[in-house]
């Protein structure tokens, strides 16, 4: 027997409040991938899937606990009469059916342990138990993860992931592909869903993307979300012991940003002390208002950012393409001379599949002249005609004023964060 979906749902809820954290939206997110998944298939029951993938790790109710909460769960759902449940509670985690491949610590007593054994040598699997083990490796708690991402976050954290359960889990997600001929991938809308409400706060930067894509920075995983070091440190996910850890060793003296009302709500409330500057995210544009191109003054030219100017890199603008052949191809620019030397800039800061960041710099002493719009004028011009489409992220009013002159909208205005270097 199982609960309805809305006996299920409230089930879920009143557990979090009890142990609130990550756990009840992976809990979410593995339900809708195994109604999905279910929904491919022939002659399984999605409603059932979607109760049992909700469920799986009810047993996190009763507290932090690692093997604990498989005992946890079987006896809770046992108690309701709800036996199915009580069943992928225990299956869930043990893909071969052997104890010993539980990756996290044992730490239930004696007659926990046996009583997991014993239920466990009863069960002869079904699609369900099978299903509810995949989404399980799938489901991350905003959306679906790549499985081998998440097994290796897995292993990075606790150091081993056995080869039998990497097997079958991969052995899995083939299986249901044999079953609805389709990738997993696709059938779960990897790719596009997000949970509701599970609280982004902001669209994602260029600079994350190109983070995420391993194409600019560093980036670390977690279980429950991610720190992606590409100029600005962003934080994904929901805050957890260790990606908390890592950002107060770490990223003290970096500009940190939120990307998530959890991190959001974590960081205040753990540096009350943090300094925050408030930044603009403009929409991309690939349309840009191009005024009058403003004289400038006698003794300053303003040209496209051609070989000669990319090699000295002014400002270090350029200085994340590999080389002039590749900004020339991919990226955007123009300066201003006076004489020989470079007092204004603007430029792509990184391109990422015909899409960049603009990054603009005028030299002290050389503020107030309108060179920076003349820059920006002839940058984005060339970016129209080429139908780059430009991320402006403006730092302080200035910036945001002169974005504006250019036809973009302000889209999100956004903290970042600077932590004390010492508590
Ligand atoms: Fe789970």
Redesign the pocket.
């Known amino acids: 027997m199982i609960p309805t979906r809305q006996e299920a749902e409230r089930l879920l809820r009143e557990a979090e409040s009890c142990n609130p954290g990550p756990?009840g939206n992976?809990?979410r997110v593995?339900a809708r991938c195994a109604e999905k998944i279910a929904e491919a298939c022939e002659g399984m029951d999605p409603e059932k899937a979607y109760v049992l993938g909700l469920l799986?790790?009810i047993g996190r109710k009763f507290g932090v606990r690692h093997l604990g909460h498989v005992s946890d769960g079987y006896s809770y759902m046992m108690s309701l009469g709800y036996d199915e449940a009580a069943r992928i509670c225990l299956t869930?985690s043990f893909n071969n059916f052997d104890t010993d491949e539980y990756i996290g610590k044992f730490d239930t007593t004696d007659g926990e342990l046996k009583l997991i054994r014993s239920e466990l040598r009863k069960v002869v699997p079904d699609d369900y138990d099978r299903l509810i083990q995949l989404c399980?490796s799938l489901?991350g708690s905003e959306g679906v993860m790549n499985i081998e991402d998440r097994m290796n976050d897995v292993k990075r954290r606790y150091g081993r992931y056995p080869q039998p359960k990497w097997d079958s889990n991969l052995g899995l997600k083939a299986y249901f592909e044999e079953k609805v001929q389709k990738s997993i991938y696709d059938v779960t809308e990897k790719d596009t869903f997000r949970l509701p409400g599970s609280g982004r706060i902001m669209s994602l930067p260029l600079l994350y993307r190109a983070g995420q894509q391993g194409r600019f920075g560093t980036r670390t995983g977690f279980s429950w979300g991610s720190i992606t070091d590409a100029l600005f440190v962003y934080l994904d996910g929901e805050p957890e012991p260790e990606s908390a850890a890592e950002v107060d060793a770490r990223y003290r003296v970096r500009p940190l940003v939120c990307l998530t009302g959890a991190w959001k709500a974590y960081i205040e409330a753990r540096y009350p002390g943090a300094k925050v500057y408030r930044r603009t995210q403009m929409k991309p544009a690939n349309r840009f208002t191009l005024p009058e191109t403003p004289a400038i003054p006698e003794g300053c030219r303003l040209a496209g950012m051609d070989g000669a100017a990319f090699g000295k890199h002014p400002f270090s603008h350029g200085i994340n393409y590999p080389s002039w052949d590749a900004f020339r191809a991919e990226g955007s620019g123009a300066v201003v001379y006076r004489g020989s030397e470079i007092v204004a800039s603007a430029s792509s800061f990184l391109s990422l599949d015909g899409e960049l960041e603009l990054d603009v710099s005028t030299a002290e002493g050389c503020r107030g002249m309108h060179l920076a719009t003349a820059c920006v004028s002839r940058m984005l011009r060339d970016c129209m005609e080429r139908g780059f489409t430009v991320h402006w992220d403006a730092q302080n009013d200035i910036s945001r004023h002169l974005a504006r002159k250019f036809g973009f909208e302000a889209e999100t205005e956004y903290p970042v964060y600077w932590l004390p270097e010492k508590d």
């Open positions: 756990w992976h809990s593995a799986h790790d869930h399980d489901a």
